[in-house]
């Protein structure tokens, strides 16, 4: 698509004759030639102030979701990364799990009290995988309701878990990230951890039944402990409208310090794909299929997370 | 069946007055028959041709006496407006109150067969509790419940009353994206031209947008075909407000949420723009529609999209930009080249 729909319009009907710009400004201004292979430094300056010149002149791409990857890749996923890499070391098994294209719905279990779980499985099939994915995922109300998050959320490429959301990612070809317990899953005391919680009402196993897309189960180890919630202030949680307040051995006790992830060793393990075609038309709402996949679905990820549990012998060196 | 006598309200605003002037240059419509409370200035009356002017407010019975005698076949309701000359409850009245007249008027004569009504997108709302794109079928979890879009939601319930109790006339519902245009004067076109827009800190909406030729066109076509149905209209993609403010070369500035109010009510009261508790959702959440009926059903694929139609309407108001492309192009040059030279 042009970035300058009116005055290429304009040279298309000319057709040949002289085009005079009326509007010198709206031009689009020649792009600076690339100079002679300098240091990296130079390199990088130079990337950086394309991409300065690309945001301050709105020359710049969004779908119909409001996701930006011009933005994601070059703002919202760097600071993940040494979180990714050196923070939580996470190891990723079983990546080729994850089709390099087409569809494909990734539903993992929820853990840690903030999503942080969810970002770095973003960063696990973006960084570690060979077509470079971006990770679509379907997040609660709340998080589009906040200011600042909910707008980065969307530019990130993520939207509210609701069916017709979902199957138009699915549709068009997009990997799609769900975490379908929920605030009962990421909210959950700490005793309780590894044991995953109900699956919603199996909305997303509709979701791919209706589109055909595989389901690839994911199990991440690690999250839970990132802040061990031992406690629930409910008052202070009615009061801001969040649906728990959580108490973590650092927090709120140490402030701001206690919002510090402990350095917990993380392994994120996508199993066998779950095919989805092959049923009949209308299998989506057959209640009973859909209940069975999502068990299936649930009890493979429980399954692979005892595993990968029994494998670990310390939660921080792994 | 091709419509012979057109009654096209309000034909004093842009939408009406270009859809009167494109039907009056038509020779398959026999009459065109323009109603507004106001006259249309005097541009716009010269482009409208052979169209015959009715002043008179669709409130008044008037209207029923004009669509009877006349032998009026189609009527284009195309005065529901977000934008209106004078206060808030005065938008109400000619909205509602007009719509419910001239329904009445309509159901009362024999001869209407047809029945276009522009509507908006602004029907769905805006708010975080809602997909991202909008089929006709949905409607918002967050139903407006104030201004404008409660004004529409209204208009489209007697719309469809009036469908059910007069099944025998086609009934077609535009629900137009926001309309963009160098001609165009909308709250949101007036909101764009401030030097400094004011955005709410910590937001940023999906806007979708609608170039004022295919809105006409859309209102044209429905006029003269057989088109019964709801339907989306909006231009392909999106823009986010905050890349709409930078192509636009105006500086963001934005207001924390606590602020909007008492911000909104300065403007208001200086007139320049609209800062409704409605409208600031907007602002914040935005709302896309899906138009895949629009092109698949009512055979119209939009030939702007929401980026083009937006460049349009900077170029054509000549909005010049604080901060020109060129000039930021020449500072990026100068910096790189102050470096190469000391690395």
């Known amino acids: 698509m042009s970035s300058h729909g009116g005055a290429d319009r304009a040279a298309e009907r000319t057709d040949g004759a002289r085009v005079i710009p009326l509007r010198p400004d709206l031009v689009p201004p020649d792009e600076p030639a690339p100079s002679a292979p300098g240091s990296e430094l130079e390199r990088r300056l130079a990337e950086a102030l394309a991409f300065l010149r690309r945001r301050l002149t709105g020359d710049y791409e969004v779908d119909e979701?409001?996701?930006?990857?011009?933005?994601?890749?070059?703002?919202?996923?760097?600071?993940?990364?040494?979180?990714?890499?050196?923070?939580?070391?996470?190891?990723?098994?079983?990546?080729?799990?994850?089709?390099?294209?087409?569809?494909?719905?990734?539903?993992?279990?929820?853990?840690?009290?903030?999503?942080?779980?969810?970002?770095?499985?973003?960063?696990?099939?973006?960084?570690?995988?060979?077509?470079?994915?971006?990770?679509?995922?379907?997040?609660?109300?709340?998080v589009f309701r906040l200011p600042v998050i909910g707008?980065?959320?969307?530019?990130?490429?993520?939207?509210?878990?609701?069916?017709?959301?979902?199957?138009?990612?699915?549709?068009?070809?997009?990997?799609?990230g769900v975490w379908p317990e929920g605030f009962k899953g990421i909210g959950k005391p700490f005793r309780d951890r590894y044991k995953l919680q109900r699956f919603g009402r199996g909305g997303f196993v509709s979701a791919a039944l209706r589109t055909g897309v595989p389901i690839v189960?994911?199990?991440?180890?690690?999250?839970?402990?990132?802040?061990?919630?031992?406690?629930d202030i409910r008052p202070l949680a009615r009061l801001l409208g969040l649906p728990y307040f959580p108490v973590t051995p650092l927090f709120p006790?140490?402030?701001?310090?206690?919002?510090?992830?402990?350095?917990?060793?993380?392994?994120?393990?996508?199993?066998?794909?779950?095919?989805?075609?092959?049923?009949?038309?209308?299998?989506?709402?057959?209640?009973m299929l859909v209940f069975n996949l999502t068990d299936q679905v649930r009890e493979t990820i429980q399954q692979t997370l005892y595993r990968l549990l029994s494998q670990r012998d310390n939660a921080f060196l792994g | 069946m091709a419509p012979r006598i057109v009654l096209v309200t309000g034909v004093s605003r842009f939408l009406g007055g270009h859809l009167a002037a494109r039907l009056a240059a038509d020779p398959h419509v026999d009459r065109v028959l323009g109603v507004d409370a106001v006259p249309p200035p005097p541009d716009l009356l010269r482009r409208m041709g052979r169209t015959e002017f009715v002043r008179a407010d669709i409130r008044n019975p008037l209207i029923a006496k004009v669509i009877a005698r006349a032998e009026v076949d189609t009527v284009v309701h195309a005065s529901v407006t977000a934008n209106p000359h004078g206060p808030r409850s005065a938008m109400k009245?000619?909205?509602?109150?007009?719509?419910?007249?001239?329904?009445?008027?309509?159901q009362k004569s024999e001869r209407v067969r047809r029945l276009v009504v522009k509507s908006t997108a602004?029907?769905?709302?805006?708010?975080?509790?809602?997909?991202?794109?909008?089929?006709?079928?949905?409607?918002?979890?967050?139903?407006?419940t104030s201004g404008y879009a409660k004004d529409a939601a209204e208009v489209e319930?007697?719309?469809?009353?009036?469908?059910?109790?007069?099944?025998?006339?086609?009934?077609?519902?535009?629900?137009?994206?926001?309309?963009?245009?160098?001609?165009?004067?909308?709250?949101?076109?007036?909101?764009?031209?401030?030097?400094?827009?004011?955005?709410?800190?910590?937001?940023?909406?999906?806007?979708?947008l609608l170039h004022s030729e295919d809105a006409l066109a859309v209102l044209e076509r429905a006029t003269l075909h057989d088109l019964p149905g709801?339907?989306?209209?909006?231009?392909?993609?999106?823009?986010?407000?905050?890349?709409?403010?930078?192509?636009?070369?105006?500086?963001?500035?934005?207001?924390?949420?606590?602020?909007?109010?008492?911000?909104?009510?300065?403007?208001?009261?200086?007139?320049?723009?609209?800062?409704?508790?409605?409208?600031?959702?907007?602002?914040?959440?935005?709302?896309?529609?899906?138009?895949?009926?629009?092109?698949?059903?009512?055979?119209?694929?939009?030939?702007?999209?929401t980026r083009q139609a937006f460049d349009d309407f900077v170029t054509g108001r000549g909005l010049r930009p604080l901060v020109g492309a060129r000039r930021l192009a020449a500072v990026e040059r100068g910096i790189r080249d102050v470096v190469a030279r000391w690395s």
């Not at chain 2, 769905?124 to 918002?140: H, Q």
């Not at chain 2, 007069?166 to 629900?175: E, G, K, P, S």
């Not at chain 2, 909308?186 to 031209?193: M, N, P, Q």
């Open chain 2, 230 to 305: 709801v339907f989306n209209v909006g231009g392909d993609g999106v823009l986010m407000l905050s890349q709409a403010i930078r192509r636009a070369g105006r500086v963001p500035a934005p207001v924390p949420a606590a602020a909007v109010g008492p911000i909104g009510r300065l403007v208001r009261g200086a007139r320049l723009v609209d800062f409704s508790p409605e409208q600031v959702r907007f602002l914040n959440f935005g709302r896309v529609l899906d138009t895949t009926r629009l092109r698949a059903e009512f055979g119209f694929t939009p030939r702007w999209t």
């Open chain 1, 151 to 176: 707008a980065l959320a969307r530019k990130a490429g993520h939207t509210l878990a609701c069916n017709p959301d979902a199957e138009r990612l699915l549709r068009a070809g997009e990997l799609v």
């Open chain 1, 65 to 142: 979701f409001g996701f930006d990857p011009d933005l994601t890749e070059s703002v919202l996923l760097p600071p993940l990364r040494p979180l990714y890499e050196k923070w939580f070391r996470v190891e990723t098994i079983g990546l080729h799990h994850v089709p390099s294209e087409g569809g494909a719905l990734v539903v993992a279990n929820h853990s840690g009290t903030l999503p942080l779980d969810a970002l770095m499985t973003a960063v696990a099939v973006h960084d570690d995988h060979p077509a470079r994915r971006h990770l679509r995922m379907l997040g609660a109300d709340l």
């Open chain 2, 122 to 144: 602004a029907v769905y709302g805006a708010s975080p509790r809602d997909p991202a794109l909008f089929t006709e079928d949905m409607a918002s979890n967050d139903l407006p």
């Open chain 2, 93 to 106: 009245e000619l909205n509602v109150i007009g719509t419910m007249q001239l329904l009445a008027a309509c």
């Open chain 2, 157 to 208: 319930d007697y719309v469809r009353a009036f469908a059910r109790r007069r099944q025998d006339v086609l009934v077609t519902t535009l629900r137009f994206a926001n309309i963009v245009g160098p001609r165009v004067d909308t709250v949101l076109t007036r909101y764009f031209a401030l030097p400094v827009v004011p955005t709410v800190l910590g937001h940023d909406a999906r806007v979708q």
């Open chain 1, 217 to 231: 189960p994911c199990s991440i180890v690690g999250a839970e402990e990132i802040y061990p919630k031992i406690g």
């Open chain 1, 253 to 287: 006790w140490f402030g701001p310090l206690g919002a510090i992830p402990l350095p917990s060793k993380w392994t994120i393990e996508f199993g066998e794909p779950i095919p989805t075609t092959g049923y009949d038309e209308g299998a989506a709402d057959d209640p």
